[in-house]
């Protein structure tokens, strides 16, 4: 897979992050002026769209990390709250 500059990362993170196409592209550092129609074919490189995928994919991973830790900080605090005498 072909190695992506760094404005081609940062469009990927943007796309991820919930970015319009042409706003990705344009705070990627490109150039406004056509930046619907370049953002577009930005989108057909198969390298970055792997790349936005493999940030989706980790987000998701932290997100559920994150999910369980707080899970088990919920589960110990309700221990301790049922220990707790008045």
């Keep these: ?3 992506l500059n760094e404005k081609q990362k940062k469009f ?3 796309l ?3 970015y319009k196409h042409a706003r990705a592209y344009r705070e990627a550092g490109y150039s406004s002026k056509g930046a619907k129609v370049s953002a577009h074919k930005l989108l057909k ?3 970055i ?3 936005w995928n493999f940030i989706i994919d980790e ?3 932290l997100i559920e990390k994150q ?3 707080r899970a088990k900080n919920r589960r110990q605090l309700y221990g301790k709250l049922e220990n707790h005498t008045s």
């Design 1 to 3: 897979m072909k190695k």
């Design 12 to 14: 990927a993170f943007l």
């Design 16 to 18: 991820s992050m919930g």
């Design 45 to 47: 490189n198969p390298a």
């Design 49 to 51: 769209r792997e790349h």
């Design 59 to 61: 987000t998701h991973k």
């Design 67 to 69: 999910n369980r830790e």
